[in-house]
């Protein structure tokens, strides 16, 4: 198993180079790099610019096309600055200095709230590990890098305690944020409306609204798939951590006969 998603090759002006490694790649298609990792990478790119004193409150991935298992270039600039409320876009390349994938990132000023905190829904609690893992267990790539751990759920839902093995960059110990876009991505997966040996539904997206801050490295996803008649569907979900819920994520799904 690899150890990183990503090995760090250097800087060219504004972007930073990196070898893409094997645990990137899809269960769809191992060529193609899953959703998570490119949204963690361009995090880490935005984490690592973010003014002082401000969190980001939503990420929001944009797959613009397949993105290969090869060498990638990140860079991230500001959109829309602000004290209070910041734009923040980091963008990855492949190949031919292609776009790839965007992330778009609201980052608002913090402060103290504890007085005015309220939680949706109480902590979700572990259940023993049943051994079954994903439809698509057994298959290489990024699902030998995380964690799955289904358990039932009382709502109807897919329920699944998902952390990261290997880090993001090598040698670079990932920041919370960063852990739980290694996993948030396979919301889809989790909650799985359709058999995925008979139909395709690869997202377009991942958007996560996060009203509190992540804390540890292993998350659970309550995901919910519906499909509409005509080749569209979406992934809803909500997410946790140990302590209890921080926040949502949505998809956009393709969704197609095999």
């Known amino acids: 198993m690899n150890e990183s998603f990503y090995r760090y090759r250097g800087t060219d002006g504004d972007w930073q180079q990196f070898d893409s490694t094997g645990g990137t790649a899809s ?36 797959i613009l096309g397949a993105i290969p298992v090869v060498p990638v270039q990140v860079r991230c600039w500001v959109s829309r600055p602000g004290s209070r409320i910041c734009l923040m876009t980091a963008e990855m390349t492949a190949g031919s200095q292609r776009a790839v994938a965007r992330v778009n990132a609201w980052l608002l000023a913090t402060s103290d709230t504890h007085d005015a905190a309220l939680d949706r829904f109480p902590p979700l609690r572990r259940v023993p590990d049943t051994g079954f893992r994903n439809a698509w267990q057994g298959r290489p790539g990024y699902l030998e890098t995380v964690t799955w751990i289904p358990q039932p759920d009382d709502a109807g839902a897919a329920v699944a305690w998902m952390s990261p093995l290997v880090s993001l960059v090598d040698g670079e110990e990932p920041t919370d944020l960063q852990r739980l876009a290694m996993v948030v991505d396979s919301a889809n997966g989790v909650g799985a409306a359709l058999d995925p040996d008979e139909y395709l539904f690869m997202n377009t997206d991942t958007t996560v609204h996060l009203h509190r801050a992540p804390v540890g490295s292993e998350f659970a996803l309550r995901a919910r798939g519906s499909i509409g008649p005509d080749g569209v569907g979406v992934t809803t979900a909500e997410v946790f951590d140990a302590d209890g819920f921080i926040g949502t994520s949505a998809q956009t799904l393709l969704v197609q006969r095999r």
């Not at 769809?28 to 409150?57: N, V």
Request: glycine fraction near 8%.
């Open 27 to 62: 269960n769809w298609d191992s060529s193609i790099q899953h959703g998570s990792p490119p949204l963690a990478l361009l995090t880490r790119a935005i984490e690592r610019q973010a003014p002082t004193g401000m969190r980001i409150g939503r990420l929001a991935l944009d």
